[in-house]
Each structure stands twice: as structure tokens, then as C-alpha cells.
């Protein structure tokens, strides 16, 4: 099946991430990227480029006074067993509606030396939001996705009523919402994300803006280690994280060129006007394609309560007589890319990607593309 060149995109890439990567950033790869790559990470260029993130993205987010941008190797998954290790003191309480929420969930099950979790879950397509939780089997740890990429649902970070008093502290895994959707970071301890989303870089690295009773906590639970029966690994530990972010590097090597997208991308959104910018650019392309969906008998958003309803990650549901696969096969072939569901769901749908790199109007030509193979596949 050909799509008439006048339907397609100029940029067909519409993946949840890794997300498309703008051409200046890698051009940048090439030029001011040059003086880096290839550079140890304890030299000072090296060390720019990571100010230059670290000050880039405490103007973009608005960082509170006090709290600090903290990065290390690994990814979030990495950064799951650090929270577990370092920032759960006993017991977590988790919102599990998605992937990410039931694997931070998972790992500080595993802990040998934690308690049983708090899990609170929702069916995908929904949202499970934290509650109070006072009494003997109080956690200190309150933990939620700020978006789940899997399914397309997102909520707005607001700490748990009582919670501060108790000294608990709220974790926001914010990995594909980050420098997209609106936060309070006041409203966090630790909001804590991966650069393929938003930022449009590889994996490999995660960041957290930590609050002072964060960094406290992680000290403390720390230096207890290991006569409490806790065991914090040097690559695990968040002060040395920390120790070493304050100096503009980590702890061992990082993916310098995964630095280098990450600074241009956060230099990008800061340009066009932060992340207020940011954020009604991903509202632009939601709308077309929710409102696209709601007026086909065909296709309808997975998320039915729209206050819910993902603007980086959509997810679109397709009538049973049509085959989802079919039409994002034939999407690809004419260079409309990655806009399959996510493989654990198992659903008839279509998730589109529409982070800031992403173009709104190209977000309304994929659903004119979608509309053309739809009918041509009969």
C-alpha cells in the first residue's frame, strides 16, 4: 500500500522512546560534540557539559531552593533499586497503573531488608493514586508515575495529605513526562527521570531533582548500612551520586555523546520558551489526535476519563474488525514509524509518541495517514 506523499508527515518517527531525535541534535554531535567525545568524564570539558545539564535543567523545571540535580548511570531501572536501597527506610506505598509503577513496586519487594510493599493498582487505561497512610504500618516512601508510557494515563504529582508531617517522602518517576508536562516540584522529594523521552537522547543515565529531606534520608539510611542488614552497593548509593553530581560528573564512565543530546535538547526547550512552551506543544498534538479518534466509529482513547489522558504518550484504540497490526505494518512501509502498543497490553491500539520534538501538524497528518490505510484495508 502506497500513502499519497501530500498525507505523510515530514517526520515520521512517532516512537514512545527511544523518541525521535532532532537533526540539530545530532549535528551537534559532530561539532560541538567533537571536543567531548572520546574525553574521560573527570576532565573539565566533560564536566561543562554536565553544568551545563545540571544548570539547564534546574532553570527548565523550576527547581526549588535547596533541592539539588543529582545524575548517575543506569537508567530509572538503575534508579529503582537505589530508592529501594537508599531512600526506603522501611516500607513503601506504591501506585501501580502501568509498567513502570509495578516495577519500582517489584524491586522494593525483592528488598530482604524492607517490608512488604503498599500496592495500590489500577486496571491499565486508568490511574491509582497514593492515599495516607498513618497508623503501625505507616511507609515513608509514597511512589507513582507522574506518565506511564505503557498505557498512555498520566496524574499530576500532589503530595499525600498528612505525609510531610510523617516525614514520608514522594517519589515521582517522571521518565516520560519530564520536561512535557506540567510539575510542582515542591509537591516532590525525588522526581527522577531518563533522558530517551522528553530529551531526546539515549538511555543509560538517570536524573533526579532531590529535595533536602531526600539527600538527608539518603544519608542516614546510608551510614546505618550494613549493621541494619542493608546492603548499599557503591553503584547503588545515592551520596555518592550526589558527591559526585556536586562535581559535575558520575561516578564512572558515562555515554558522553547521551550528554551531548541531552544538554542540546535542554538548551532546545529553554529557547522556545521552557517548559510552559514545552508543555502546550504537547497538549497541541494530543488534541488532534484524541479529537481525531472520538470523532471515528472505528477508534476511540484507550484512557476514557480525559483528565488522564496522556499529552506525550496516546493511546488509541481500533474497533476489533480492524487490525491494529496490519495498519501499523503498513504505516512503516511508507515511513510512518513506531506507533505499536505497548507488547504487554496485548490490545487492538495504536500509541503515538508526541513529545516537543514532535511537530503537531505532523501528529495531524499521522491520523490522516491512519484514516487512508484504514479505508484501503477494507
Not at 543529582?70 to 529501594?84: D, K
Not at 516500607?91 to 524492607?114: D, I, N, W
Not at 514509524?337 to 491500539?349: A, E, H, I, S, T
Amino acid at each position: 500500500m502506497t500513502i499519497p506523499a501530500h498525507l505523510l508527515p515530514a517526520d515520521g518517527r512517532f516512537g514512545s522512546g527511544p523518541s525521535k531525535i532532532r537533526p540539530a541534535q545530532i549535528d551537534a554531535l559532530t561539532s560541538a560534540g567533537a571536543a567531548v567525545l572520546g574525553t574521560s568524564h573527570r576532565q573539565p570539558a566533560v564536566k561543562d557539559l554536565v553544568r551545563r545539564v545540571r544548570s539547564g535543567l534546574a532553570d527548565l523545571l523550576a527547581v526549588p531552593d535547596g533541592y539539588e540535580v543529582v545524575l548517575g548511570n543506569g537508567g530509572s531501572t538503575a534508579f529503582w533499586e537505589i530508592a529501594a536501597a537508599c531512600l526506603v527506610e522501611r516500607r513503601a506505598q506504591h501506585a501501580s497503573f502501568g509498567e513502570f509503577g509495578a516495577k519500582f513496586a517489584a524491586a522494593t519487594a525483592r528488598a530482604p531488608f524492607l517490608a512488604a510493599p503498599q500496592v495500590l493498582r489500577a486496571e491499565p487505561g486508568t490511574v491509582a493514586l497514593l492515599e495516607p497512610s498513618p497508623g503501625e504500618d505507616a511507609v515513608d516512601v509514597h511512589a507513582t508515575p507522574h506518565n506511564e508510557t505503557s498505557t498512555g494515563a498520566m496524574i499530576t504529582p500532589t503530595r499525600v495529605p498528612g505525609s510531610a508531617e510523617r516525614g514520608a517522602l514522594m517519589l515521582i518517576d517522571a521518565t516520560s513526562g519530564a520536561g512535557a508536562l506540567p510539575v510542582d516540584l515542591t509537591q516532590t522529594d525525588v522526581y527522577y527521570f531518563a533522558p530517551q523521552k522528553v530529551f531526546a537522547a539515549d538511555g543509560g543515565l538517570w536524573l533526579a531533582i532531590a529535595s533536602p529531606a531526600a539527600i538527608e534520608r539518603a544519608a542516614r539510611v546510608e551510614a546505618a548500612a550494613p549493621a541494619d542488614g542493608r546492603w548499599v552497593p557503591e553503584f547503588l548509593s545515592f551520596t555518592t551520586a550526589l558527591t559526585n553530581s556536586r562535581a559535575n560528573q558520575t561516578l564512572n564512565t558515562p555515554a558522553v555523546a547521551t550528554l551531548v543530546l541531552l544538554a542540546e535538547q535542554v538548551d532546545w526547550l529553554l529557547a522556545q520558551g521552557g517548559l510552559e512552551w514545552s508543555a502546550a506543544r504537547c497538549r497541541e498534538s494530543a488534541t488532534a489526535l484524541y479529537d481525531w479518534a472520538q470523532a471515528r466509529t472505528w477508534a476511540s482513547p484507550f484512557v476514557a476519563d480525559p483528565a488522564h489522558r496522556s499529552t506525550v504518550v496516546g493511546t488509541i484504540d481500533l474497533d476489533a474488525t480492524i487490525d491494529a497490526g496490519a495498519v501499523v505494518a503498513a504505516l512503516r512501509d511508507n515511513g510512518v514509524l513506531d506507533v505499536f502498543p505497548y507488547r504487554k497490553l496485548g490490545r487492538n491500539q495504536l500509541r503515538v509518541g508526541m513529545f516537543p520534538a514532535v511537530d503537531p501538524a505532523d501528529v495531524q497528518a499521522l491520523t490522516a495517514c491512519v484514516d487512508y490505510v484504514v479505508e484501503h484495508l477494507g
